[in-house]
């Protein structure tokens, strides 16, 4: 068993749909980014990278690549599950916690960690989502951007 760490933080931009785990939620302000900043995908593709030991999403998937513009970040995730597991490895748990004052997400949950754990090759009940705020702290409080952090437990095949 190998664990890993992932984290992704991106600021805020207007005219952007806001894109949290393959899920697009309705009427928020989106995140800036190369591809489509979903957050909490890159947080658990580095996390999966990282407990295979094959680098980092960006050594992968670089902003410099064309190739990756307003990419859906589930594909970034399903080909880091690819790379895993061409490593010998698979994904047997992810938990993940999205951190940002507005919009609540609980609505919405349930709809991510069905989106996480296919693309991830997992059953849902292996995938935990949670949300949180900063209590109006530090750049995610004054409501400049929002930040991700995953867990991906990998097992050797």
């Known amino acids: 068993m190998r664990a890993g760490i992932g984290f992704d933080v991106h600021a805020f931009a207007d005219g952007r749909p806001l894109v949290l785990g393959g899920v697009t939620i309705p009427g928020a302000r989106g995140l800036d980014g190369h591809s489509d900043a979903d957050i909490l995908c890159h947080a658990v593709a580095d996390a999966v990278l990282g407990a295979a030991a094959l680098g980092d999403l960006g050594s992968h998937f670089p902003s410099s690549d064309e190739r990756w ?3 859906a970040s589930t594909r970034l995730l399903e080909r880091t599950v690819e790379m895993a597991a061409g490593a010998g490895f698979r994904v047997v748990a992810i938990d993940a916690t999205i951190v940002l004052e507005q919009p609540s997400l609980a609505p919405y949950r349930d709809e991510m960690r069905k989106t996480v754990a296919s693309c991830c090759g ?16 530090g750049l995610i409080g004054r409501g400049e951007g929002a930040a991700a952090l995953a867990v991906a437990v990998l097992e050797a095949r």
């Open 122 to 137: 997992v059953d849902v009940s292996d995938v935990s989502i949670k949300a949180t705020t900063t209590d109006g702290l």
């Open 69 to 71: 513009r307003d990419a």
